[in-house]
């Protein structure tokens, strides 16, 4: 197979470009697109084969389940029921955007596509592209992030077809995306609703609107139950080298990672550190990439997919990262290098002993 590549503007979007992608989806293909988030591989939500197809190119297991996505709130009832009034408040406020909310799902929706559950994660994306592109392939888009499965998740075109090319119909180039992290899931078939994987819409933002929330602090790896949303169960957006974070007050995590470096050095590894605009001039062997500054997180989040990648690409051995404080958007940030990471967490001070 070879695949298209096209590049869309979204000021002066090609019409016809768009169709084209849509009538792939309609048709049983797969097409990556870009969403404020990351970019999605898009299927017919509503076709079994096209999930069979998402989790076949992927290497994705079966009970992960998929995420809907819609242009429009009044699709989801087609979708979804006993939806509650809070899911229409949050609604109104953050989508189109970042959140993806869980409900029980309706018949037209294949158990393929939830991952053999009997809910539905759906999403209504901010991006341009997205929404016509939805629109264009039947208005209900399953779209996991575009990518092989473990693998960083893509924040470029490039990233997509590094991982996909020649096994999928097409690629939307939109360029970069806006965030790059994926969306909030929040259950809504729980109360309080729950947040099963953090992103840019916090627990304070989701609280601000409806009340009180909770949070799953659930591990699901070495277990036997499913999945409720895509993130929770498997390693995810892992570099290939070993992935450590480094935990303590940041100076001693700096010392940790100094002394760290210098170790594998020495035994003749290639070695990288994840800094950030605070610290990046404090290490002084091994490859360093910046993640950014510490006082705009949301930057660092949209460069860690990117870095892990290049990280790939230099055939780093040893990764040692810092870590970034657990408060709004770092809550999401953390929690991506964790999996990234197989829940690797050294302490800063064990290392000083």
């Known amino acids: 197979m070879v695949t298209e590549v096209v590049k869309i503007n ?145 924040t470029l075109a490039e990233h997509v077809l590094e991982d996909l090319d020649g096994k999928i119909e097409m690629i939307v180039d939109g360029g970069a995306v806006d965030m790059g992290v994926e969306s909030t899931i929040l259950d809504m078939t729980v109360q309080p609703p729950m947040i099963l994987r953090p992103g840019f819409i916090t627990a304070e933002m989701l609280e601000e609107v409806i009340g009180s929330v909770a949070l799953n602090r659930e591990r699901l790896e070495e277990s036997d139950s499913k999945p409720k949303a895509p993130g929770m169960k498997y390693r995810h957006y892992a570099p290939k080298g070993s992935l450590s974070i480094i935990e303590g007050d940041l100076p001693m995590e700096v010392s940790a990672i100094q002394k760290l470096v210098k170790e594998k050095q020495k035994e003749g590894k290639r070695v990288a550190v994840i800094a950030t605009d605070e610290t990046v001039a404090l290490y002084p062997d091994g490859i360093v990439k910046n993640l950014g500054s510490r006082k705009e997180v949301a930057g660092i989040a949209g460069n860690l997919y990117r870095i892990l990648r290049e990280l790939d690409q230099e055939e780093v051995e040893f990764i040692y990262s810092e870590s970034i404080p657990q408060e709004g958007i770092g809550i999401a940030v953390m929690n991506r290098l964790e999996k990234a990471a197989g829940f690797k967490r050294i302490s800063a001070e064990t290392i000083l002993l």
């Open 10 to 154: 979204r000021d002066s979007m090609d019409a016809k470009l768009i169709q084209k992608a849509g009538r792939i989806l309609q048709n049983g293909g797969l097409v990556a697109f870009p969403t404020e988030t990351v970019y999605g591989l898009g299927a017919n939500a509503l076709d079994v084969d096209g999930a069979k197809k998402t989790y076949g190119v992927k290497g994705r297991p079966a009970d992960n389940p998929l995420i809907v996505h819609i242009a429009h709130y009044d699709d989801l009832k087609e979708i979804a029921q006993n939806i509650a009034p809070v899911a229409e408040k949050l609604a109104k406020v953050f989508w189109p955007g970042p959140l993806t909310m869980i409900f029980e799902k309706r018949a037209l929706v294949p158990l393929g596509t939830t991952g053999g559950l009997d809910t539905v994660a759906v999403r209504m994306p901010k991006d341009k592209i997205a929404l016509a592109l939805i629109e264009a392939g039947g208005g209900y888009v399953s779209a996991p992030s575009a990518n092989i499965s473990g693998r960083p998740s893509p």
